[in-house]
Structures are given as structure tokens and as C-alpha cells.
């Protein structure tokens, strides 16, 4: 019979001393309290805040479903509750000029309506056909009545 290798090791040891310490306490044995004693035992005591300070440094380079994709792969991650302003904030940082001064013009209430509206916007400027800039690119302009501070679905002159 072959002898396990390293990690196998490594994992075999770990899986008893986990029943071991679940026997102790009396602690029913989950894969939820497996879980966390794996966190406990692997993760560093300042993971939440390394977290939070890929939250803040995260940017967007590409297409905003890129930026989507690793916003909610580090949340995922967080263990400790963050609140809807602090996650509208967090998502708001590392966006587009452009899709930023559009999400504040029409305050979202939540990280979802955020997104949502992010990924419409940043949609019709992909397409071309809903939204456009000004020469400054810090506005969006109608389409319908060619005004700035608003897009064609929403224009008064409907």
C-alpha cells in the first residue's frame, strides 16, 4: 500500500483533528462547522480587512460584467455584514467616469439596483443606440432631445 502523500497528510490530519475537537465540545459535525474551522485555521485574523481594501482598489480595465464578476467575488468572500451604502460605495469607487456620474444621478437604494442600472448604462454606451457623453464624458446625453442630464428612456419629451 502507498503511503499518502504530503498533503493527503496534511488533509487526513486535519479532517481528525476536526472530528477530535467537534468530539470535545460536542459540536455536531456539518459541513458548516467544518467550514468555519477551516476558515479559522487557513484564513489570516485580518482577512476582513484585506477584503475591504480589495473593495477599494478593485477598478474597472474591461467590460463592466468583468468588474461585476470580481466585485461579487470578493464579497462572497467577506464574512463580517457590510451595509447597502457601504457595498453602493464600495461598487461606485472603481467604475467607469462616466457609468459613476450616472449611478449618482439616479441613487440606487441597494448593490443589485446598482448593478442593474451600471450594466444598462454601460450596455447602451457598448451598443451606442441609448446613451452617449459629452465631450467631457462626464454626463450622459439623450438620444430623443439631445439634452445632457438625462437618457432617452427617461426624457420629458417622450
Known sequence: MDRPSTTEAAT?????????????????????????AL??????????????????KLT?????????????????QCQTPISPLELRFYFQQGIRKETGHYL???????????IGLALRFDHGLTTGNTFSTSSDGETA????????????????QK
Open 12 to 36: 487526513l490530519r486535519s479532517s481528525r483533528q476536526f472530528v477530535a475537537e467537534c468530539d470535545r465540545a460536542g459540536t455536531v459535525r456539518t459541513w458548516v462547522t467544518f467550514k468555519t
Open 39 to 56: 476558515r479559522k485555521r487557513f484564513r489570516p485574523p485580518s482577512n476582513e480587512y484585506m477584503l475591504r481594501e480589495k473593495l477599494c
Open 60 to 76: 474597472q480595465t474591461g467590460p463592466i460584467h468583468d468588474y461585476v464578476g470580481e466585485f461579487q467575488n470578493i464579497l462572497v
Open 104 to 114: 449618482k444621478e439616479h441613487h440606487p437604494t441597494n448593490l443589485d439596483e446598482t
Open 141 to 156: 446625453q439623450c438620444h430623443r432631445c439631445k439634452k445632457i442630464g438625462h437618457i432617452a428612456p427617461n426624457c420629458p
